[in-house]
């Protein structure tokens, strides 16, 4: 008699398949009245991210910053920014959160400090050569008096990657690497110390119940010790030339090392803690980060940088499934972040590449027919949330909103737009706070009679608002809340895979089980929907059994009931 064995397949863990909504903090609520979103508006939210139905919250940085680069420019990385709150309230959110099924992950930025970091402070007070000048990236110019920079790199956010610093004796001294702004000095982590505390302030946090972290800039930490010349000459604002071969300051090889150790560490702790690295890596690179002795997830870009186009995006899709599956990793979408133009925005464009961009940086200037890419959203958000592996929200997409093109120069705060010679004016669109409830800005953001928000928000956004569209069947809060449930509740999207089906010219429709499928129709032509399966959800309204375009259907079928 052949021997049975039961397999009892171990439960995925909880990331493999979560939605995880992105708190940009600052925006976010504000519950003291001063014009930023801050922890105690969290707090007060949290019921409502549980009734939308995500499974974690990404929260973006809270600790200590002068905020040069709204908040990614870190003075200390276990502490809470008194902005924000204090520690005991960070802590009685992750307590709160928790109570309510919602789990926590916090963004870390290894690749640099703020200058204000106790660190930087100590190097420039210290000698070239120090060991306290060891611990970012410092070196002698070029030039007969080192007047030039040691090589050519460039900021992330326009001009030069290095600034000059003056010595202690006020002569003008070495210079220091900055990829990003003059105010957000690199690590160098070649050196044991800065390794050493990155992983108390791992275990820091994560012994106070933190389910995991973002990792920022993941692909940047580890730089060519030769600092060789790029050869490039002009601005690359926001470029990440993720395809270029053998880069000295993104993707080295070194970085692998460094996450096998926060591997150890996330793994000593109960639980199933999570990273989610941000690397804009070439994706035949991405699976190298997700190896089993290293991160869980890493953010898929090329699907937010798609066209909304079926063939790039099933391409896209495809890539992605593919390649991670090959280290065992899920795939992980985003549509939009705190650092792209909102894809309601993007798609109402004729141009919906985020890649090509007008001279301030943003997608075309072209008209935007929000009608149009509102629609697009729609089906984008049923697309993305049926595909397998888990998804990232960034606040607000729930509510429709669009990216602020017109803000105020004067308001401006993302240090592109001073960096770049106003030229570009930066991330700031799409950070605008939140539209909660009433009639008159904020909008609930904060309470009333207090300061106004940090960015002024379009009047428009009272029609926008979580409590205007709360049980408006057709509103973008109650698509994003259905489909959540429907995502929890149905078995069919507990597989893995995915199984694409023959389709009409310009639809995309898959299987996700034998149960469950998913189609988009992105031509103009109305597509007939099959008769022998059900309708679960649709992005719009259909008429005639005939999905129309720019519309994402989910069906059910093949006998099986809904449970
Ligand atoms: C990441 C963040 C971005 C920040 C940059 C520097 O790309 O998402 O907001 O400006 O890193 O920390």
């Keep these: ?27 976010f609520a504000d519950g003291n009245g001063d014009g930023v979103g801050d922890i105690a508006g969290l707090r007060a939210r949290l019921p409502y991210l549980r009734e939308l ?18 908040g990614y420019d870190i003075a200390d990385y276990r502490a809470i920014d008194p902005a924000f709150g204090t520690l005991a309230e960070a802590e009685e959110m992750i307590a709160e959160a928790h109570a309510l099924g919602v789990r926590v992950v916090l963004d870390i930025v290894p690749n640099h400090t703020s200058d204000r970091h106790r660190w930087f402070a100590e190097a420039l007070a210290a ?151 941000e690397a804009h890596v070439r994706e035949d690179r991405l699976p190298l980060y997700l190896r089993q002795d290293e991160l869980h997830t890493a953010f898929n870009f090329a699907f937010l940088k798609s066209a909304w186009e079926p063939n790039v995006l099933r391409e896209v899709i495809d890539r992605g499934v593919r390649t991670l599956a090959e280290v065992g990793a899920p795939p992980t979408w985003v549509l939009s972040n705190h650092d792209v133009p909102r894809h309601v925005t993007r798609y109402g464009r004729r141009d ?88 008159d800005a904020p909008f609930g953001f904060g309470p009333a009679g207090g300061e106004a928000p940090w960015l002024p928000q379009p009047a428009e956004w009272e029609y926008f608002s979580a409590q205007f569209q709360s049980g408006a069947p057709a509103s973008m809060l109650e698509l994003y809340r259905t489909a959540l449930r429907l995502r929890r509740e149905q078995p069919g999207f507990d597989s893995g895979t995915l199984r694409w089906l023959d389709a009409p010219e310009g639809v995309l429709a898959f299987e996700r089980s034998p149960v469950l499928r998913c189609a988009v129709n992105f031509s103009g032509d109305p597509m007939p929907l099959p008769r022998d399966w059900g309708v679960l959800l649709t992005s719009d309204r259909i008429t005639g059994g005939t999905l129309p375009a720019d519309t994402t259907v989910w069906l059910w079928g093949g006998g099986a009931a809904l449970r």
């Design 352 to 439: 919906t590449a985020l890649g090509r961009r007008d001279e301030n940086g943003r997608p075309g200037a072209a008209a935007t027919d929000r009608a149009l890419g509102t629609r697009r959203a729609r089906a984008a958000a049923l697309l993305m949330l049926a595909l397998p592996g888990g998804a990232y929200l960034y606040q607000g997409e729930e509510l429709g909103l669009w990216e602020v093109e017109d803000l105020p120069a004067d308001v401006l705060r993302d240090p592109t737009w001073e960096r770049s010679g106003r030229t570009v004016r930066g991330r700031d669109g799409c950070r605008v706070p939140l539209p909660w409830s009433g009639s």
């Design 1 to 27: 008699m052949p021997r049975t064995r039961i397999h009892q397949k171990p439960a995925a863990p909880w990331w493999s398949t979560a939605v995880v909504y992105q708190v940009y903090l600052r925006s």
């Design 53 to 70: 139905g995500v499974d974690a919250v990404w929260i973006t940085p809270w600790y200590p910053s002068p905020m040069a680069d709204g």
């Design 127 to 277: 000698a070239p050569g120090s060991p306290e000048r060891d611990r970012y990236v410092f070196r002698d110019g070029r030039g007969e008096a080192g007047e030039l920079p040691p090589n050519d790199w460039r900021s992330e956010f326009g001009g030069r990657a290095w600034t000059r610093v003056t010595e202690p004796d006020g002569t003008p001294g070495q210079w220091y690497l900055h990829l990003f702004a003059a105010e957000q000095p690199d690590l160098n982590w070649a050196s044991r110390e800065v390794r050493s505390d990155f992983e108390a302030s791992l275990r820091f946090w994560f012994d106070r119940g933190v389910d995991g972290f973002r990792i920022d800039v993941a692909h940047g930490l580890v730089k060519d010790h030769t600092l060789p010349d790029l050869g490039i000459a002009d601005d690359a604002v926001f470029e990440h030339e993720g395809g270029k071969e053998d880069h000295p300051h993104w993707d080295q090889e070194g970085v692998h090392e460094i996450y096998q150790t926060w591997r150890k560490v996330a793994e000593s702790y109960a639980g199933d803690r999570v990273f989610v690295a």
